[in-house]
């Protein structure tokens, strides 16, 4: 059974923040609510998130941490990360430093914290998508960390208004 989700009150702005934080975005999926289902607060999400700007993308980095990296504070978006990062499975020592040392280059290359949706993906996973992506002019890169964000978004969404959240 669908329940009526409400996006507006400050405690689900509170939670849309930690599922991207963009104001605007925050902004446009509380207008719309209420939601019939979560399903639909999703899609909203998706439509909200379809034209981010590059203001925006740099608004959004700063609620992220590097990968393999702890995030900074205890609020849900801390929490959240912290437990997509935990299902990249066991430390690999010789693959975390190499994710390490890519972090280091994509930042001096692109200006910015390697975005990757982490839900899904092994410790090996986010390195060769970190290899590849290093390859990236900027604008394709651009693109690709808006998509990461995105994804990052509906899967948050899901986990913060959830029927187990």
Known sequence: ??????AASPDARDR????????????????GSPYASLDVLVDAGERAAADL??????EAVGHHPRIGERAAGEGASSRLSAGEQAGLGRNDEGVDAAIARGNEVYEERFGRVFLI????????EVLDELQRRLKNDDAAETAEAKDQLRQIAALRLRALFGEDA
Do not use: H
């Not at 849309?16 to 207008?31: M, T």
């Not at 700007?53 to 740099?58: P, R």
């Open 53 to 58: 700007t590059d203001a925006e993308l740099d």
């Open 1 to 6: 059974m669908s329940r009526v989700i409400d």
């Open 16 to 31: 849309l923040s930690a599922a991207l934080g963009i104001a605007r975005w925050v902004d446009e999926v509380a207008a």
């Open 117 to 124: 949706r982490a839900a899904g993906r092994s410790r090996q």
